[in-house]
């Protein structure tokens, strides 16, 4: 479904800020794959999943959604087949318009816009529909600006709006590292949802090992540019955090620097 | 009474500045672009209509052609700015520098007549309670129209993108295609109102739109600061910017009539712009309470 192929990605080549994000990357995802990605930081995890979504272009490689070779398409025209939740709440949606304006944008990714009137009647049942899964309430408050409400609520109305229109592939980008834990849990729980409702195909990062043990089907951990461990199926449930940190140390040589993928 | 008198007129070319503001809203507000082209194309629709009337051409004719004229303007700057990466104030910068050039070219010297008397025109300050009616109907009928396509499918993916490009992209919304087209709409409603400021006042002049942006800014904020407790809605939002254009050409008409230095006037527009413009951030620097206030502030219940 996801094929990348011998992916580099150098940033800041020929000066002293040289970073080689990505190193000869190769993964292949097939249909209804769940793939939990970790690693420490600046190993690469959140540059690969914008390598997917083409917030720019990588020095080599390819890189293929159903066979069709996406490598070189501008970053709008892959949203046609790609649902994306950032980091930071605020990233994933529009602040000065109202949640049903958002969600009518959200509707229409990667169809051509016309001189249609953006929302109608008919829509704003749908849209309270959608919101209800949410649990929050939000399904009354559709003239509501996006501004007024809360990270995690935006953050769960970005979810909403990145599997509204079924994507080819989801990609969640430490969507939940910026919430604090209750809302955390939340916004994982309702992701687990609409992946499985939908049977989306999805790339979820985390800093989290328990998360990336206990989501997906399949784990893959990245160090230095590279995927470094690739396990699924029954490995992967039988993973505990302990064996994710020894595997670690064994193939990359070091110990796991990074505290608060232990913590939580 | 002269200051009464001069009302109508005042009301009048005020209009003629609040539809330039709205251009400046659709770039300074929606797109949130500081857009300087404005001070170019504003002069470039006067020069381009006084030319044409004057030349024979019927006056909604040219006055079209004017606003076609404001679109290349903004296309222009739409360019630097997306295809060549210049900042947005910058690349405006360079495109009313070349406009500079582009209108004495228009006009052949630094300013022409357009006399009311020998053209037929829509708008002219001798007949100021008519051109006030002609000039009421144009806000109505813009106003209108920009509120119908702002609510279209591709309106909101321009109001998205200055709103959040990052996430504008995400949703497949063509970003850079949107500027341009937000540059090329506010430009050509600026060159609209060039062209009626020229019919008005019955000339164009290559120093017509020297300081325009500031004007247009100062009608936006004037604008917002009167009808925003009223209401978020866009039609009253862009008819507060049309009041605002009004309200800033009143308080210019009283400050001459009061007996100001009127080389003083441009500086006294830029102070108050400046000041207005330093107010919301001082609330927030001074005023405000800390972000992150009380604990289960990112609850989802919040």
């Given at each position: 479904m996801l094929k990348i192929?011998?992916?580099?990605?150098?940033?800041?080549?020929?000066?002293?800020?040289?970073?080689?994000a990505l190193d000869n990357v190769s993964l292949e995802l097939d249909d209804g794959d769940f793939v939990t990605v970790i690693g420490s930081n600046g190993a690469g995890k959140s540059t690969l999943l914008n390598a997917v979504a083409g917030a720019f272009f990588v020095d080599s490689g390819y890189i293929y959604i159903d066979d069709k070779d996406i490598t070189r398409l501008p970053e709008y025209k892959r949203a046609e087949f790609i649902g994306r939740v950032f980091q930071d709440p605020m990233t994933g949606t529009a602040a000065d318009m109202w949640i049903e304006e958002n969600l009518s944008l959200a509707m229409l990714r990667g169809q051509r816009r016309g001189l249609r009137w953006a929302i109608h009647k008919s829509d704003r049942e749908l849209y309270r529909i959608h919101l209800a899964q949410l649990g929050l309430g939000?399904?009354?408050?559709l003239t509501t600006k996006v501004g007024l409400l809360s990270g995690g609520q935006r953050q769960a109305l970005t979810l909403l709006m990145a599997v509204l229109k079924q994507p080819r592939l989801l990609l969640?980008?430490?969507?939940?590292?910026?919430?604090?834990?209750?809302?955390?849990?939340?916004?994982?729980?309702?992701?687990?949802?609409?992946?499985s409702e939908g049977g989306l195909t999805a790339m979820m990062v985390t800093h989290n090992m328990k998360d990336a043990i206990a989501h997906g089907n399949r784990l893959i951990m990245m160090n230095e540019g590279k995927i470094i461990?690739?396990?699924s199926g029954k490995d992967k449930s039988d993973l505990t955090v302990d064996?994710?940190?020894?595997?670690?140390?064994?193939a990359s040589g070091r110990e796991f620097a990074n505290d608060s993928a232990l913590l939580g | 009474m002269g200051l009464l008198n001069a009302l109508p007129g005042a009301v009048a070319?005020?209009?003629?500045?609040?539809?330039?503001?709205?251009?400046?809203?659709?770039?300074?507000?929606?797109?949130?672009?500081?857009?300087?082209?404005?001070?170019?194309?504003?002069?470039?629709?006067?020069?381009?209509?006084?030319?044409?009337?004057?030349?024979?051409?019927?006056?909604w004719l040219a006055m079209l052609l004017a606003m076609l004229a404001g679109m290349a303007a903004g296309f222009v700057t739409g360019l630097l700015h997306t295809k060549m990466g210049i900042p947005a104030i910058l690349a405006?910068?360079?495109t009313q520098l070349m406009l500079w050039s582009v209108n004495l070219k228009i006009m052949g010297k630094a300013n022409q007549a357009l006399p009311a008397s020998s053209y037929r025109v829509v708008v002219t300050q001798l007949h100021k309670t008519e051109s006030l009616i002609i000039l009421l109907a144009f806000c109505i009928v813009l106003i209108v129209l920009l509120y119908l396509f702002f609510g279209t499918e591709y309106g909101a993916s321009v109001r998205a993108t200055g709103c959040n490009p990052r996430m504008s992209s995400a949703l497949g919304i063509n970003v850079e295609r949107n500027k341009i087209f937000g540059l090329m709409l506010s430009n050509g409603i600026v060159a609209l109102a060039g062209s009626l400021l020229a019919q008005y006042s019955g000339k164009s002049d290559i120093n017509d739109g020297r300081g325009a942006i500031v004007i247009g800014l100062a009608a936006v904020i004037i604008g917002e600061a009167v009808v925003s407790r009223i209401s978020s809605n866009f039609i009253v939002r862009l008819s507060g910017v049309v009041l605002g254009g009004v309200i800033y050409y009143i308080i210019y008409q009283t400050v001459i009539y009061l007996g100001l230095d009127t080389d003083l006037l441009k500086m006294l527009s830029a102070v108050v712009v400046a000041i207005f413009l330093a107010v919301p951030y001082w609330k927030k620097k001074y005023f405000s309470k800390p972000a992150r206030a009380k604990k289960g502030e990112d609850s989802l219940n919040a």
């Open positions: 192929e011998n992916v580099t990605k150098i940033f800041n080549p020929g000066t002293v800020n040289e970073k080689t939000l399904e009354d408050r969640l980008d430490e969507h939940t590292a910026a919430l604090d834990p209750k809302t955390a849990a939340k916004v994982l729980e309702l992701s687990d949802k609409f992946i461990l690739d396990v064996m994710l940190i020894e595997m670690f140390a064994k | 070319q005020g209009m003629i500045w609040g539809i330039m503001a709205i251009g400046v809203y659709i770039t300074y507000k929606i797109l949130d672009l500081a857009d300087l082209t404005v001070d170019g194309s504003i002069c470039t629709g006067a020069a381009v209509c006084t030319m044409l009337v004057t030349g024979g051409m019927n006056v405006g910068i360079l």
